[in-house]
């Protein structure tokens, strides 16, 4: 049996649509083009809805609170913790030793304020270097709402200072949280970054020209979510996740602080933790 | 040629070269020539993980060189049907695109834009000849 349908004799082809007499030829592209127009407006609603808001800034008392929160941990939790659930990505580097501004062993540190994985890490960075001195200036600020990890909490080193007596800190944010240019890496800055970050990843810490690092030491998920203050109150627990992030982090800079001055103050750095840590930093 | 044909080829041409710049700075690890930073923002859109073709190193660009070569090759031998079917595959496509970067990236990437604009004139002119045709 044939599976083609009976034409019958005199029949004519369906009737194909033809445009409405009159109509301009330009009314079909006109059409696609407005298609396509609406399409692009839903995707940016889209995208305004299902951007999430930053967290709302805390107080200037709370912003003092949790500062003095994590910059006078404990050294029995820092003993505790080890290097917890860090990644150590510190690598040796050659070069000659980098000194700050007032000669000391230099950490230089270059991020940005949008940056998911700068905010990360510099809680760390912030409780490491208040073992060897002292901050001031900092704020808080988020990175930013619109890429991977959005609004994650942070502090900005961009109006920081930092003083101690046994090494110098330097900061650069190159951008704000919604990616405007900020601060410009003088030219030396620059060199070093290019030499030892070739791809210019950030964050990146260069300690003193002996070791460098690019990435932070854990994810930014392990904050996701929270809020200052109460971070700084989970920091106080030693089993938490994020204190085997943060804190291990903080310790794995310590050691490289501590390698590169050597081993100076012994109340930081001679504890068993640190001696172990700086051991594998090789 | 009649002179849509004509513009149709050129912009293929056209989406060659731009498709072929950003695949070879893929390659050499280079950020095109374009704002970096805002929504506005090359890197962003060109160092994410939509920039390659699932599980492969393979830019998306590459893609792009196909495509807007073999369009080019249709509106040059004038195969109709299969200039409307391949320009709307690549009106499909693009539609996929300015998804990711709008509603995923919230950035835009202006090499991407050119890359788009030209597939567009080519859906626009075959647009219009399958308009013509129908008259």
């Not at chain 1, 203050?229 to 994020?242: E, I, W």
């Not at chain 2, 070269?17 to 695949?23: G, P």
């Not at chain 2, 834009?113 to 859906?123: E, G, K, N, P, R």
């Amino acid at each position: 049996m044939s599976s083609r349908r009976p034409v019958r004799k005199g029949a004519t082809r369906a009737p194909v649509r033809k445009p409405v007499a009159g109509t301009p030829t330009w009314v079909m592209p006109a059409a696609v083009v407005a298609g396509l127009a609406v399409l692009i407006a839903a995707f940016f609603v889209i995208r305004w809805y299902t951007t999430p808001l930053p967290p709302k800034a805390p107080s200037a008392d709370t912003t003092a609170q949790v500062i003095s929160i994590i910059t006078n941990l404990p050294s029995s939790e820092f003993d505790t913790v080890g290097q917890g659930t860090a990644n150590n990505l510190i690598k040796p580097i050659s070069g000659s030793t980098l000194t700050g501004a007032t000669g000391k062993p230099e950490v230089m540190y270059i991020g940005a304020e949008f940056c998911p994985f700068c905010a990360a890490q510099r809680w760390p960075l912030i409780i490491a270097l208040s073992r060897f001195g002292t901050f001031s200036g900092l704020l808080t600020t988020t990175s930013s709402s619109s890429i991977e990890d959005p609004n994650t909490i942070t502090f900005t080193f961009r109006s920081a200072t930092y003083t101690s007596q046994y090494i110098d800190f330097h900061a650069v944010e190159t951008s704000d949280r919604d990616q405007n240019p900020l601060q410009t890496p003088s030219a030396s800055d620059q060199q070093l970054w290019s030499r030892y970050d070739s791809d210019g990843t950030i964050p990146f810490l260069d300690f003193a020209n002996h070791y460098s690092s690019t990435g932070a030491y854990y994810g930014p998920g392990v904050i996701s979510g929270m809020s200052w203050l109460a971070l700084a109150d989970t920091l106080r627990q030693a089993d938490s996740s994020q204190s085997k992030a943060i804190i291990g982090s903080a310790n794995l800079i310590t050691a490289a602080i501590c390698k590169v001055n050597a081993d100076q103050p012994g109340s930081v750095c001679s504890g068993a933790t640190i001696q172990n840590l700086e051991k594998n930093l090789k | 040629m009649e002179r849509l044909r004509l513009v149709a080829v050129v912009a293929g041409l056209a989406g060659v070269v731009v498709s072929a710049y950003l695949t070879v700075l893929h390659f050499q690890g280079v950020v095109p020539g374009c704002p970096t930073t805002g929504p506005i923002n090359c890197d962003a859109v060109l160092s994410s993980r939509y920039a390659v073709l699932g599980g492969t190193s393979v830019p998306t660009s590459a893609l792009g060189i196909v495509w807007f070569g073999v369009g080019a090759a249709l509106w040059i031998a004038g195969w109709r049907r299969a200039i409307y079917a391949w320009t709307g595959a690549g009106l499909a496509f693009v539609i996929v695109l300015l998804f990711t970067e709008i509603v995923l990236l919230g950035a835009i990437c202006l090499w991407c834009t050119a890359a788009h604009v030209l597939v567009l004139v080519q859906v626009l002119i075959a647009v219009t000849i399958w308009e013509r045709e129908r008259r």
